[in-house]
Every structure is written in C-alpha cells, then in structure tokens.
C-alpha cells in the first residue's frame, strides 16, 4: 500500500490551513498541523477499537458522493489561481463570490498557461503515459514556455522552496476553536480511513490477499501524527501510486519505504528546479486532479441503476461542497439506511405468515403435517416465521396476530428463525400475551439454539410451559389438536 497526500486529503486540508491562518496568522500553522496529528490519533484510536472492518460497511452511493464532492471542491478552489489570482478565502463560497471580480480582471497569460496544462493532461497519448506521467509532461513542457514566452514578473512562480529536512511543529491548541479543531481532524481522519481502507481492498484484488485493516489505520494513524509533527500534509492510501507499485511487481512494505526515500532524495537535492514552475500550471494540474476524483463511471449510470442512489449521490455531493464532509457522509449514511431497512422491512414482512387452512401453500408443512392442521378445522392458527427478525418486521408480527380471538391454539413455529432482535422479542411476547388473554392455548417450536437463548433473554419462555415448548412442526400439531375440539378417533390415529 503506497500512501501519500491524496488529492481528497489535500483538499480538505488546504481548507483547514487557510481557514485556520485567516484566523490566527501567528499560530494558524501551528494549529492547522495539530489537527493533522489530532487525525492521526483518531485513526489509531478506531485501528485499536478494531473498528476498521466497518469504515468500508458504507453505502457506494454515499461514497460516491463524498468523493465526488471532493472533486468539485478542488476544480471550484483552483479557478481563482487558474485565472491568475490567489485563492479568496472563505472556500468554496468565498471563491464564487470572488470569480465575477476574478473574471473581470483576468490575466490572460496565466489563463493560457493553465488551459495549456489542462491541454495536455487530457488529450496526452495514452500509449505514452504508462512510461512517463502526462502531469510531469505538462508540468514541464508548460514551465518551459512561461519562461520563454513571459517575462518572470508577468507570471506568479512558486518561488524559492526551502532545503533542507523540515523542523519540528510544536502543537498548539486555541480553547476558543477547540470543536473546530476536533471536527476538522474527524473530517481528516474519516476521509482517510476510508481512502486507505478502499485503496487496500482494490491492493487485495490485484495481490490475491486480505488486508489487516485495523493494522493498517494504526500504521497510517501514526504516520499523519509524525507527519503533522514535522509540518507535512496528511497522506491516505493511494491508488495509483498503490496499483503502480503492485503492477511492477512489489510485493512487500519495503517498496513503499523506497519510494519515500527516493521522493526525499529528489527534493533535497532537485528542489531548485521547481522555482520556475508558474502557479497556473499547478492549478491545472489540480484541476485535472479533481475532475478525475469525480466518479464519472457512477455518474452517468447512476439514473439508470437506481433513482433513490442517484438521489443520494447527489446530495452527499451537494453538502459536501456547500456545507460539511460529515454532515453530508452522515446523512447520507442515515437515509440511505432507512431505506434499506424498508426495503428490508417489507421483504421480511413476507416471511411472517400465519395460516390455519392446510390448502394454503405459504407454510413449508409435509403432506402428514397438513394432514393435522386440516383436522384441526381452522381452530388452530399457524404462525411462521422464518429469517433473520428485526424490529422492522414488529408490525408485521402484531398485524399477523391480530384475529388470534378466533382460534383455540397458536402454534409459534420459529423453525427457520436464525435470530431476532429486541424489538421482535417484545413484538412476540406481546402476540403470546394476547393469544393468552383470548384463553388461546400457545405451542412454541423452537429448536435453534441461539434463538431459544435470546428468548430466554427477553423472558418471552416464561411465558410458554416447557410442556408446550417443541423441537418438530408435526409434534406441534398433534398437540394441538388435542387442545381443541375434534373427533378424538381422528386425532389417535394420526
């Protein structure tokens, strides 16, 4: 697994600088990269809570909005430099505020540097690119031009970068931002959880291995705090970095140490070249970044799989860019559960079936078995259950029940019952009640073992005699036709 500062994690975190030395121009820095090591805690704390298998337990329409937002974050943020001017403050609404003044004024140079870059990077053959990166052909083809065809003052530059290896950030944390700072590194930390983890799922199907995911959280929980220690940015797995590696053959964490060095090396020793490098070509590249970051291959089947997915995708992606990463994820996760759990909901309802006329086919009985519950004469009421019981299925139970004044016996079949919830507990114990009330005599089959236990749990046992509790459904009915009124010469001879 390569791991590095993911255009998602860099997006994110560029809002957190900027918005945090707006504030406190002294201790911004300082503070921005405490919340970087703060995110790093986070994730160890969900690595060691062995909470990392349920990072990726969230629905593909939710990440696919999340994601998707990040993508028009980073375009929206990099049309201002794009247009040759710094990015505004205040974000996403900031930069809209600011793009009519932006575009009254635009410096066209800059402007041509950046469609250049952007040029490049999506018409850049494809047969090329996997023996060198469009973006480093870009970036250096375009740098080029800026300093043939413009003079150096014309063009904003990066500028000198400082050499050397970077120095220590001494942790700083403002009472007064204190939530703030907590909900930023959440953001962090989350995004990169789930970046990681999804990268380490697709490493899986390529190596033919299962990944340790709590390992894993721990391992990159505790390189973001070394990292917001030194003043870096926060890193998440990356895919392309991660699918590269493992298409050349790595094999082992070594690889992803060797990578970091030779990036090292290279910036320690090359860092003056970057000097030149006109802002509006790094903000192309961005650009480029964040249109890929868009989920295009769900984004143009999204209205054809599923209106309720679509619906959703969408707004994850809306509140991720207008209002907060996690509000957007957590709402997105709320509705999209609902309504699995209706559709749920109204799936196991089907499996709630009572009968008490052998002729009905919606109960899995013998020949021998119908054969008792005709003689019954539709005194005695079936009620079957089977599946995984939840509390959405309650109404279910109660409404299935309701008519129990009519019979004389209700037999609880609970055969293919593999387990139920509380809700479902009290939902049963409320039918045996009634079914008692109306002087009904109540059977209970139930032969799984970790069913019976969570019935003993919700007492729901004490309510039915042991001599009334059975194993087999054909049992069952012959007891209960001894509890109701038939030809006893019938009932002896089955």
């Known amino acids: 697994l390569i791991s590095e500062p993911t255009g998602p994690m860099t997006v994110i ?7 945090m030395m707006a504030k406190y121009p002294e201790t911004g820095m300082a503070m921005a990269f405490t919340v970087v090591m703060m995110a790093g805690a986070f994730q160890i704390l969900l690595g060691t809570l062995k909470l990392g298998k349920y990072i990726t337990l969230m629905p593909y329409s939710v990440i696919s909005g999340f994601m998707s937002g990040i993508g028009v974050i980073l375009i929206i943020l990099q049309l201002s430099p794009l247009l040759g001017y710094a990015a505004p403050s205040g974000g996403v609404i900031g930069t ?15 402007l041509f540097l950046g469609l250049a870059t952007l040029a490049i990077l999506f018409f850049f053959p ?11 052909v870009a970036l250096i083809a375009v740098t080029l031009v800026s300093v043939v065809l413009f003079d150096a003052d014309d063009i904003r530059r990066i500028g000198v970068i400082p050499a050397g290896l970077p120095s220590l950030v001494i942790p700083h944390i403002n009472a007064d931002i204190f939530m703030e700072m907590v909900i930023d590194a959440l953001v962090l930390g989350t995004l990169g959880c789930i970046d990681t983890l999804l990268t380490a799922v697709i490493g899986d199907s390529l190596t033919r291995k299962d990944h340790d995911s709590d390992k894993e959280l721990r391992g990159q929980g505790l390189a973001n705090m070394i990292s917001g220690l030194f003043g870096a940015l926060p890193g998440a797995g990356a895919t392309m970095g991660t699918v590269t590696n493992i298409q050349v053959g790595a094999r082992s964490p070594l690889s992803g140490i060797i990578r970091a060095l030779v990036l090292m090396l290279v910036v320690l020793v090359a860092g003056g070249l970057t000097e030149p490098i006109p802002m509006a070509v ?15 291959s769900f984004i143009q089947r999204a209205h054809k799989v599923s209106v309720q997915g679509m619906a959703i995708m969408y707004g994850v992606m809306l509140l991720t860019v207008f209002v907060d990463l996690i509000v957007a994820v957590g709402l997105g996760v709320f509705i999209s559960n609902i309504l699995i759990i209706e559709r749920l909901s109204l799936e196991q309802a089907r499996q709630v079936k009572a ?17 008792l519950l005709d ?6 009421l079936f009620f079957y259950l089977s599946g995984p019981m939840i509390f959405s299925v309650s109404k279910a139970i109660s409404r299935q029940h309701n008519s129990i004044s009519d019979y004389e016996v209700m037999i609880l079949d609970l055969t293919d019952v593999p387990m139920i919830d509380v809700t479902v507990g009290l939902a049963l114990e409320n039918a045996i009640k009634d079914a008692k009330d109306a002087e009904c005599e109540v059977l209970l089959l139930c032969p799984n073992e970790h069913t019976r236990r969570q019935l003993e749990k919700f007492h729901v046992l004490d309510l039915v005699s042991q001599n009334n509790t059975y194993s087999f459904r054909y049992e ?14 019938s009932v002896s001879l089955v």
């Open 126 to 136: 494809k047969k090329y690119r996997k023996y060198v990166p469009a973006q480093l």
């Open 13 to 19: 975190m560029t809002a957190v600088l900027t918005s």
């Open 355 to 371: 009968i008490s006329d052998a002729d009905e086919n919606d109960v899995p009985l013998t020949d021998s078995e119908r054969g």
């Open 282 to 296: 790094l903000a192309g590249i961005a650009v480029y970044v964040g249109f890929n970051i868009l989920d295009w």
């Open 476 to 489: 069952a009915l012959k007891a209960a036709l001894k509890h109701v009124d038939v030809d006893e010469t």
């Open 375 to 380: 003689r019954a004469n539709g005194k005695v």
């Open 96 to 110: 809209l505020n600011a793009l009519p003044e932006t575009f009254a004024n635009l410096k066209f140079s800059e």
